[in-house]
């Protein structure tokens, strides 16, 4: 079946150490996107791309890296820079189209310091 | 700039009430709109959509109406169900602002026996 995989699930970190995220999709799409998401709040999108080799920095992308050397994937580096890193990450894809097509989401990976 | 402002939850509705979730959204050019629904633990799914103004979207029993006049596009459900608890998040796609997608902060339904 189609669709996007995340891993891992869950994910414990010690300060002071990077980690890195892992999105997969076999749909085909061509724009990726990683959010992070806290408790009892929406959604905030960290980095996304539209096309293999070129990524933008979306609102809250300090403290994070990714790259897209491949179209099924878009691994996300959370650095040690990032002062706050426990959440819930979320990472989707979608066709670009007119219509802005449809966000296909990953079960999302959960990403606790120690 | 783009943004999506949902009314604050939680939501606490009994079986087969009738729901409505508000959701207003500012944008640059003309955007598509969103209902996605998040329950417990997961990641988001495409609960419905609208293009253009005046479509109206609507599954399982969701519908939600894109209002231009109002900058609208209001969730209603004529009957809950346990099963529909969960998070809601109205967003937005906007063409004229580098394809990114707009969330609202989510609004949490909860839905009593």
């Not at chain 1, 749909?27 to 539209?50: E, T």
């Not at chain 1, 999302?108 to 120690?114: D, I, N, P």
Request: glycine share 10%; aromatic share 14%.
């Amino acid at each position: 079946d189609g669709g996007i995989t995340q891993s891992p699930k869950y994910l414990f970190r010690k300060e002071g150490q990077n980690v890195t995220l892992s999105c997969e999709q076999n749909l085909n799409h061509d724009a990726m996107y990683w959010y992070r998401q806290d408790p009892g709040q929406g959604l905030r999108l960290i980095y996304y791309s539209q096309i293999v080799n070129d990524f933008q920095k979306g609102d809250i992308a300090e403290g994070y890296s990714v790259s897209r050397e491949k179209k099924e994937s878009f691994p996300l580096t959370v650095t040690s820079a990032q002062k706050n890193p426990t959440a819930f990450y979320l990472c989707a894809s979608s066709i670009v189209d007119r219509d802005g097509g449809e966000l296909f989401f990953g079960e999302g990976s959960r990403l606790t310091v120690l | 700039g783009d943004s999506v402002t949902q009314m604050e939850g939680p939501v606490t509705l009994s079986e087969e009430a009738f729901l409505t979730i508000n959701c207003t959204y500012t944008a640059t050019g003309y955007p598509s709109l969103f209902w996605y629904v998040q329950y417990p633990g997961e990641g988001l799914q495409l609960l419905l959509k609208a293009t253009k103004a005046d479509d109206k979207g609507s599954n399982k029993g969701f519908e939600a109406t894109y209002r231009k006049e109002t900058t609208s596009f209001h969730l209603e459900k004529g009957s809950v169900q346990v099963s529909d608890s969960a998070v809601y998040f109205c967003a937005l796609w906007d063409a004229y602002n580098f394809n990114k997608f707009y969330f609202g902060s989510g609004t949490k339904l909860n839905v009593k026996p």
